[in-house]
Protein backbone atom coordinates (compact mmCIF):
# COMPACT_ATOMS: atom_id res chain seq x y z
CA UNK A 1 0.00 0.00 0.00
CA UNK A 2 1.44 3.08 -1.06
CA UNK A 3 1.57 6.24 0.89
CA UNK A 4 -1.42 8.58 0.19
CA UNK A 5 -0.67 11.88 1.90
CA UNK A 6 -0.99 13.79 -0.58
CA UNK A 7 -4.87 14.72 -1.17
CA UNK A 8 -7.13 17.74 -1.97
CA UNK A 9 -8.86 17.49 1.37
CA UNK A 10 -6.46 17.94 4.38
CA UNK A 11 -6.89 16.65 7.70
CA UNK A 12 -6.44 19.09 10.63
CA UNK A 13 -3.24 20.07 12.16
CA UNK A 14 -3.18 20.40 15.49
CA UNK A 15 -0.91 20.96 19.09
CA UNK A 16 -1.59 18.72 22.03
CA UNK A 17 0.84 18.13 25.30
CA UNK A 18 2.72 15.15 25.41
CA UNK A 19 2.65 13.13 28.27
CA UNK A 20 4.24 9.83 29.46
CA UNK A 21 3.30 6.59 28.16
CA UNK A 22 1.10 4.27 30.17
CA UNK A 23 2.27 1.25 29.44
CA UNK A 24 5.85 1.80 30.02
CA UNK A 25 4.79 3.55 33.80
CA UNK A 26 2.57 0.70 34.42
CA UNK A 27 5.61 -1.95 34.13
CA UNK A 28 7.48 -0.06 36.88
CA UNK A 29 5.27 -1.49 39.38
CA UNK A 30 5.71 2.11 41.55
CA UNK A 31 4.04 1.91 44.93
CA UNK A 32 2.36 4.94 44.15
CA UNK A 33 0.85 6.05 40.78
CA UNK A 34 1.63 9.98 39.99
CA UNK A 35 -1.41 12.04 40.97
CA UNK A 36 -2.33 13.50 37.84
CA UNK A 37 -3.88 9.89 37.03
CA UNK A 38 -5.64 10.10 40.60
CA UNK A 39 -9.46 10.48 40.26
CA UNK A 40 -10.86 11.49 43.74
CA UNK A 41 -14.39 12.04 42.56
CA UNK A 42 -14.97 8.55 41.18
CA UNK A 43 -14.92 7.12 44.58
CA UNK A 44 -18.72 8.57 44.90
CA UNK A 45 -19.65 7.80 41.24
CA UNK A 46 -22.80 4.78 41.79
CA UNK A 47 -21.94 1.46 39.69
CA UNK A 48 -24.74 -0.62 39.54
CA UNK A 49 -24.73 -4.19 40.70
CA UNK A 50 -27.93 -5.08 38.91
CA UNK A 51 -26.63 -7.54 36.20
CA UNK A 52 -30.39 -7.42 34.79
CA UNK A 53 -29.73 -4.12 33.75
CA UNK A 54 -28.53 -4.50 30.32
CA UNK A 55 -28.17 -2.43 27.08
CA UNK A 56 -30.17 -4.08 23.96
CA UNK A 57 -28.92 -6.47 21.66
CA UNK A 58 -29.95 -6.06 17.66
CA UNK A 59 -29.72 -9.01 15.34
CA UNK A 60 -28.61 -7.60 12.88
CA UNK A 61 -29.66 -10.50 10.42
CA UNK A 62 -33.15 -9.66 11.24
CA UNK A 63 -33.42 -6.26 10.41
CA UNK A 64 -35.49 -6.62 7.47
CA UNK A 65 -38.23 -7.33 10.30
CA UNK A 66 -40.57 -4.74 11.65
CA UNK A 67 -39.88 -5.77 15.05
CA UNK A 68 -35.81 -5.61 14.97
CA UNK A 69 -36.67 -2.14 12.94
CA UNK A 70 -38.62 -0.85 16.49
CA UNK A 71 -36.12 -2.79 18.69
CA UNK A 72 -33.32 -0.39 17.05
CA UNK A 73 -35.12 2.46 17.42
CA UNK A 74 -35.70 2.11 20.77
CA UNK A 75 -32.01 1.28 21.11
CA UNK A 76 -30.81 4.25 19.88
CA UNK A 77 -33.77 6.57 21.73
CA UNK A 78 -33.83 5.08 25.38
CA UNK A 79 -30.52 3.76 25.25
CA UNK A 80 -28.26 5.31 22.73
CA UNK A 81 -25.88 2.09 22.98
CA UNK A 82 -26.27 -1.16 22.32
CA UNK A 83 -24.81 -4.66 21.25
CA UNK A 84 -24.81 -5.82 17.53
CA UNK A 85 -24.96 -9.76 16.66
CA UNK A 86 -25.16 -11.42 13.52
CA UNK A 87 -23.55 -8.40 11.75
CA UNK A 88 -22.09 -10.29 8.58
CA UNK A 89 -18.30 -9.47 9.34
CA UNK A 90 -16.65 -12.64 9.06
CA UNK A 91 -15.00 -13.58 12.55
CA UNK A 92 -11.30 -14.40 11.03
CA UNK A 93 -11.05 -10.40 10.20
CA UNK A 94 -12.00 -9.66 13.59
CA UNK A 95 -10.07 -11.95 14.85
CA UNK A 96 -6.92 -11.03 12.65
CA UNK A 97 -8.08 -7.42 13.87
CA UNK A 98 -7.82 -8.44 17.34
CA UNK A 99 -4.36 -10.22 16.87
CA UNK A 100 -2.40 -7.57 15.11
CA UNK A 101 -3.57 -4.98 18.05
CA UNK A 102 -2.19 -7.18 20.70
CA UNK A 103 1.19 -7.92 18.81
CA UNK A 104 1.72 -3.92 18.34
CA UNK A 105 0.86 -3.31 22.01
CA UNK A 106 3.06 -6.80 23.15
CA UNK A 107 5.95 -4.62 20.80
CA UNK A 108 9.04 -2.85 22.26
CA UNK A 109 8.05 0.58 23.29
CA UNK A 110 10.91 1.73 20.84
CA UNK A 111 9.35 -0.19 17.87
CA UNK A 112 6.01 1.07 18.48
CA UNK A 113 7.09 4.49 18.47
CA UNK A 114 8.37 3.98 15.17
CA UNK A 115 4.37 5.14 14.72
CA UNK A 116 4.10 7.78 17.41
CA UNK A 117 2.24 10.96 17.29
CA UNK A 118 3.96 13.68 16.02
CA UNK A 119 3.52 17.78 16.96
CA UNK A 120 0.48 18.84 14.59
CA UNK A 121 -1.47 15.69 14.03
CA UNK A 122 -4.24 13.64 15.13
CA UNK A 123 -2.68 10.27 14.48
CA UNK A 124 -0.42 7.29 15.48
CA UNK A 125 0.60 6.00 18.72
CA UNK A 126 0.29 7.90 22.58
CA UNK A 127 -2.04 8.97 24.40
CA UNK A 128 -5.53 10.76 24.44
CA UNK A 129 -5.30 14.44 23.21
CA UNK A 130 -4.31 16.41 26.42
CA UNK A 131 -4.94 20.18 25.60
CA UNK A 132 -4.15 21.67 29.01
CA UNK A 133 -1.01 21.44 31.93
CA UNK A 134 -3.37 20.15 34.45
CA UNK A 135 -5.91 18.10 32.88
CA UNK A 136 -6.00 14.48 34.70
CA UNK A 137 -5.15 11.90 32.60
CA UNK A 138 -6.04 8.70 31.15
CA UNK A 139 -4.87 5.05 32.31
CA UNK A 140 -4.15 3.97 28.70
CA UNK A 141 -2.26 4.88 25.58
CA UNK A 142 -3.45 4.53 22.12
CA UNK A 143 -3.41 4.21 18.39
CA UNK A 144 -5.12 6.95 16.18
CA UNK A 145 -5.36 5.78 12.65
CA UNK A 146 -7.41 7.38 9.86
CA UNK A 147 -9.01 4.26 8.51
CA UNK A 148 -11.11 5.58 5.43
CA UNK A 149 -11.38 7.11 2.84
CA UNK A 150 -8.35 5.97 2.01
CA UNK A 151 -7.16 9.15 -0.09
CA UNK A 152 -6.83 10.88 3.61
CA UNK A 153 -4.90 7.64 5.34
CA UNK A 154 -1.43 8.58 6.56
CA UNK A 155 0.12 5.51 6.34
CA UNK A 156 3.48 6.97 8.69
CA UNK A 157 1.50 6.22 11.32
CA UNK A 158 0.34 2.43 10.42
CA UNK A 159 2.52 -0.09 11.83
CA UNK A 160 4.42 -2.65 9.52
CA UNK A 161 4.84 -4.93 12.47
CA UNK A 162 2.93 -7.28 12.46
CA UNK A 163 3.21 -7.78 8.89
CA UNK A 164 -0.14 -8.29 8.40
CA UNK A 165 -1.62 -4.83 10.16
CA UNK A 166 -2.47 -3.21 7.51
CA UNK A 167 -3.81 -5.53 5.10
CA UNK A 168 -6.04 -6.18 7.85
CA UNK A 169 -6.60 -2.89 8.91
CA UNK A 170 -7.67 -1.73 5.29
CA UNK A 171 -10.24 -5.22 5.40
CA UNK A 172 -11.85 -4.31 9.00
CA UNK A 173 -12.77 -1.12 8.10
CA UNK A 174 -14.26 -1.58 4.79
CA UNK A 175 -16.19 -4.20 6.42
CA UNK A 176 -17.45 -1.76 9.55
CA UNK A 177 -17.95 0.76 6.90
CA UNK A 178 -20.77 -1.62 5.48
CA UNK A 179 -22.27 -1.97 8.64
CA UNK A 180 -22.64 1.35 9.56
CA UNK A 181 -24.18 1.99 6.20
CA UNK A 182 -26.58 -0.73 6.72
CA UNK A 183 -27.80 0.40 10.42
CA UNK A 184 -27.96 4.48 9.15
CA UNK A 185 -29.95 3.19 6.16
CA UNK A 186 -32.62 1.60 8.76
CA UNK A 187 -31.72 4.99 11.39
CA UNK A 188 -32.96 7.30 8.72
CA UNK A 189 -36.47 5.14 8.44
CA UNK A 190 -37.11 5.28 11.90
CA UNK A 191 -36.53 8.45 12.53
CA UNK A 192 -38.68 9.21 9.09
CA UNK A 193 -36.41 11.12 6.72
CA UNK A 194 -34.84 9.91 3.40
CA UNK A 195 -32.35 7.90 3.47
CA UNK A 196 -30.66 8.68 0.97
CA UNK A 197 -30.04 11.97 2.36
CA UNK A 198 -28.53 10.24 5.51
CA UNK A 199 -26.61 7.97 3.75
CA UNK A 200 -24.72 10.59 1.42
CA UNK A 201 -23.76 12.56 3.90
CA UNK A 202 -21.78 8.71 4.85
CA UNK A 203 -20.88 7.44 1.76
CA UNK A 204 -17.39 9.10 1.74
CA UNK A 205 -16.95 9.16 5.69
CA UNK A 206 -14.13 9.77 7.63
CA UNK A 207 -13.66 6.71 9.27
CA UNK A 208 -11.39 6.68 12.30
CA UNK A 209 -9.86 3.58 14.20
CA UNK A 210 -8.78 4.21 18.06
CA UNK A 211 -6.89 1.19 19.18
CA UNK A 212 -7.04 1.45 23.39
CA UNK A 213 -4.61 -0.23 25.42
CA UNK A 214 -5.47 -0.03 29.41
CA UNK A 215 -2.44 -1.26 31.36
CA UNK A 216 -3.46 -2.75 34.46
CA UNK A 217 -3.12 -0.49 37.39
CA UNK A 218 -2.25 -1.64 41.58
CA UNK A 219 -4.79 1.42 42.24
CA UNK A 220 -7.07 0.50 39.45
CA UNK A 221 -10.07 1.74 41.44
CA UNK A 222 -8.97 5.20 41.78
CA UNK A 223 -7.78 5.94 37.62
CA UNK A 224 -9.88 5.97 34.77
CA UNK A 225 -9.00 4.26 31.19
CA UNK A 226 -11.16 6.61 29.35
CA UNK A 227 -12.76 9.87 31.44
CA UNK A 228 -16.32 10.25 30.79
CA UNK A 229 -17.09 11.38 27.25
CA UNK A 230 -19.57 11.51 25.00
CA UNK A 231 -17.99 10.57 20.88
CA UNK A 232 -18.15 13.20 18.82
CA UNK A 233 -19.11 10.77 15.78
CA UNK A 234 -22.41 9.70 14.20
CA UNK A 235 -22.38 6.34 14.83
CA UNK A 236 -19.07 4.37 17.02
CA UNK A 237 -19.26 0.49 17.06
CA UNK A 238 -16.25 -0.85 19.61
CA UNK A 239 -14.80 -4.32 19.51
CA UNK A 240 -13.98 -5.54 22.77
CA UNK A 241 -10.37 -7.02 21.47
CA UNK A 242 -9.37 -8.94 25.01
CA UNK A 243 -11.73 -10.87 27.59
CA UNK A 244 -11.22 -7.62 29.95
CA UNK A 245 -14.30 -5.85 30.70
CA UNK A 246 -14.10 -2.08 31.23
CA UNK A 247 -16.81 0.54 29.69
CA UNK A 248 -19.16 1.89 31.83
CA UNK A 249 -22.19 3.82 30.45
CA UNK A 250 -24.06 6.19 32.14
CA UNK A 251 -27.71 6.24 32.90
CA UNK A 252 -30.20 7.31 35.58
CA UNK A 253 -27.10 8.65 37.29
CA UNK A 254 -25.47 5.67 37.47
CA UNK A 255 -22.79 3.93 35.84
CA UNK A 256 -23.73 0.70 33.84
CA UNK A 257 -21.28 -1.93 32.95
CA UNK A 258 -21.32 -3.27 29.64
CA UNK A 259 -20.93 -7.14 29.24
CA UNK A 260 -19.90 -7.54 25.81
CA UNK A 261 -21.22 -10.63 23.66
CA UNK A 262 -18.24 -12.74 22.20
CA UNK A 263 -18.33 -11.77 18.72
CA UNK A 264 -20.86 -8.56 19.25
CA UNK A 265 -20.22 -5.03 18.76
CA UNK A 266 -20.93 -2.49 21.07
CA UNK A 267 -22.65 0.63 19.26
CA UNK A 268 -23.39 3.63 20.24
CA UNK A 269 -25.20 7.04 18.91
CA UNK A 270 -22.39 10.01 19.20
CA UNK A 271 -23.10 13.58 18.82
CA UNK A 272 -23.29 13.98 15.22
CA UNK A 273 -26.04 11.48 15.25
CA UNK A 274 -28.12 12.82 17.91
CA UNK A 275 -27.40 16.36 16.09
CA UNK A 276 -28.85 15.05 13.00
CA UNK A 277 -31.73 13.55 14.76
CA UNK A 278 -32.73 16.85 16.43
CA UNK A 279 -32.39 15.12 20.01
CA UNK A 280 -34.53 12.30 19.24
CA UNK A 281 -31.55 10.07 19.70
CA UNK A 282 -29.59 10.42 22.59
CA UNK A 283 -25.48 10.59 22.89
CA UNK A 284 -24.56 8.83 25.73
CA UNK A 285 -21.51 9.59 28.13
CA UNK A 286 -19.53 6.62 29.11
CA UNK A 287 -15.96 5.83 30.62
CA UNK A 288 -13.39 2.94 30.80
CA UNK A 289 -12.56 1.44 34.05
CA UNK A 290 -9.22 -0.64 34.28
CA UNK A 291 -8.44 -4.04 35.46
CA UNK A 292 -5.53 -4.15 39.17
CA UNK A 293 -4.01 -6.98 36.98
CA UNK A 294 -5.33 -7.74 33.55
CA UNK A 295 -4.21 -5.50 30.59
CA UNK A 296 -7.62 -4.91 28.36
CA UNK A 297 -7.49 -3.80 24.73
CA UNK A 298 -10.18 -2.74 22.77
CA UNK A 299 -10.59 -1.55 19.45
CA UNK A 300 -13.16 1.73 18.50
CA UNK A 301 -14.32 2.59 14.87
CA UNK A 302 -15.78 6.20 14.67
CA UNK A 303 -17.87 6.99 11.92
CA UNK A 304 -18.09 11.01 10.71
CA UNK A 305 -20.31 12.67 8.47
CA UNK A 306 -17.41 13.59 4.89
CA UNK A 307 -15.53 16.48 4.09
CA UNK A 308 -17.77 18.97 2.39
CA UNK A 309 -20.83 18.31 4.05
CA UNK A 310 -23.44 20.79 6.98
CA UNK A 311 -23.75 19.27 10.75
CA UNK A 312 -27.54 19.86 11.67
CA UNK A 313 -30.67 18.66 11.97
CA UNK A 314 -31.92 17.10 9.28
CA UNK A 315 -34.00 18.89 7.26
CA UNK A 316 -37.35 16.73 7.36
CA UNK A 317 -37.00 16.70 11.03
CA UNK A 318 -37.34 20.06 11.29
CA UNK A 319 -40.36 20.93 9.35
CA UNK A 320 -42.70 21.42 11.78
CA UNK A 321 -40.42 20.84 15.11
CA UNK A 322 -37.78 23.63 16.13
CA UNK A 323 -34.18 23.05 15.49
CA UNK A 324 -32.25 22.27 18.74
CA UNK A 325 -29.18 22.77 17.06
CA UNK A 326 -26.88 24.93 15.66
CA UNK A 327 -25.86 23.89 11.56
CA UNK A 328 -22.17 24.33 11.10
CA UNK A 329 -19.37 22.67 7.94
CA UNK A 330 -17.89 19.15 9.73
CA UNK A 331 -14.83 21.43 8.97
CA UNK A 332 -15.82 23.44 11.77
CA UNK A 333 -17.25 20.85 14.28
CA UNK A 334 -14.06 18.94 13.77
CA UNK A 335 -11.74 21.97 14.40
CA UNK A 336 -14.15 22.36 17.42
CA UNK A 337 -14.12 18.99 18.59
CA UNK A 338 -10.08 18.75 18.57
CA UNK A 339 -9.11 21.91 20.06
CA UNK A 340 -11.76 21.13 23.16
CA UNK A 341 -11.25 19.15 26.49
CA UNK A 342 -13.52 16.19 25.76
CA UNK A 343 -15.28 16.05 28.75
CA UNK A 344 -18.84 15.29 28.68
CA UNK A 345 -20.68 15.92 26.02
CA UNK A 346 -18.46 18.54 25.33
CA UNK A 347 -19.53 19.23 21.41
CA UNK A 348 -23.31 19.28 22.33
CA UNK A 349 -22.64 21.76 24.66
CA UNK A 350 -21.44 23.82 21.97
CA UNK A 351 -23.95 23.12 19.29
CA UNK A 352 -27.05 23.52 21.39
CA UNK A 353 -29.07 26.33 20.60
C1 LIG B 1 -13.50 5.46 23.09
C2 LIG B 1 -14.14 4.69 24.18
C3 LIG B 1 -14.28 2.70 25.51
C4 LIG B 1 -13.61 1.40 25.73
O1 LIG B 1 -12.44 5.01 22.59
O2 LIG B 1 -14.07 6.50 22.71
O3 LIG B 1 -15.11 5.16 24.70
O4 LIG B 1 -14.26 0.54 26.30
N1 LIG B 1 -13.63 3.50 24.53
O5 LIG B 1 -12.45 1.25 25.38
NI1 LIG C 1 -15.96 6.77 23.52
Known amino acids: M ?19 NVQALASKNLDNIPSRYIRPEIESDVVSADESLQIPVIDVSKLDH ?7 HFACKDWGFFQIINHGVADEIIEQMKTDA ?9 EKMVCAQVQGHIEGYGQVFVVSENQKLDWSDMLFLIGQPVHLRDTRFWPTNPSSFRETMDKYTTELHKVMIQLMK ?5 LGTDPEMLLSLFENEIQAIKMNYYPPCAEASKVLGASPHSDAT ?8 NEVEGLQIKRDQKWVPVKPIPGAFTVNVGDMLEILSNGEYKSIEHRAVVDPEKERLSIASFHNQKMGTQIGPLPDLVKTNKALYRTIPVEEFRKMKLTSKQDGKFMIRKMKL
Open 234 to 241: ALTLLLHA
Open 102 to 110: QEFFDLPLE
Open 2 to 20: ETMVESTVQLERFGYLPVE
Open 66 to 72: EDEQKKL
Open 186 to 190: LIAKN
